[in-house]
């Protein structure tokens, strides 16, 4: 566990290098053209962000699956068990995991499914919010040099 939380602070300390790279830009004596230079920065903040989110969810839903079975006490799933009131759990059979999206689900003998923790919900939700917005960010900086490339083009 202590691996995905290193690699999770690993790609947070690179998002906040990329974040004051990006405000680097906005001060004086910024490189030009400085609007493709923001663009892309501001790209590479949100991509680590997002590898910053993603890992700390992968981790913990790692370390979830590798509880389970793992000697006593450890079936059903821990992550099932540990902090519900005993009418949640009951009749508990199996857990299902996911890790695209995120996920620990923990299934009932009557089929009925419950979260083993809601952070997975936040987690997929700003995974792809950065995600695509670095994409945006990434594709907008490539077509902005574009659009500089041809008026230069057109200007000679």
């Not at 989110?53 to 981790?59: A, K, M, P, W």
């Not at 000697?71 to 821990?78: D, I, K, L, R, Y």
């Not at 003998?109 to 792809?128: E, F, I, K, L, R």
């Amino acid at each position: 566990m202590l691996v995905g939380l290193g690699i999770s602070a690993a790609c947070a300390v690179a998002a906040l290098l990329a974040a004051a790279g990006a405000v680097a830009v906005a001060l004086p004596g910024r490189p030009e053209p400085w609007s493709v230079h923001l663009m892309r920065r501001a790209a590479a903040a949100a991509a680590w962000a997002a590898a910053a989110v993603y890992s700390l969810g992968f981790f913990a839903v790692l370390n979830a699956q590798l509880a389970f079975n793992d000697g006593a006490n450890s079936v059903p799933a821990p992550a099932c068990r540990d902090g519900f009131d005993p009418a949640t759990i009951e009749g508990l059979s199996h857990h299902r995991s996911s890790y695209l999206p995120l996920r620990f689900d923990c299934v009932r003998d009557d089929g009925s499914v419950y979260a083993s923790d809601p952070d997975y919900g936040w987690m997929n939700g700003a995974t792809a919010v950065l995600a695509l917005s670095a994409a945006l960010l990434a594709i907008g900086a490539g077509y902005a040099s574009e659009l500089r490339a041809r008026g230069t083009a057109a200007a000679v």
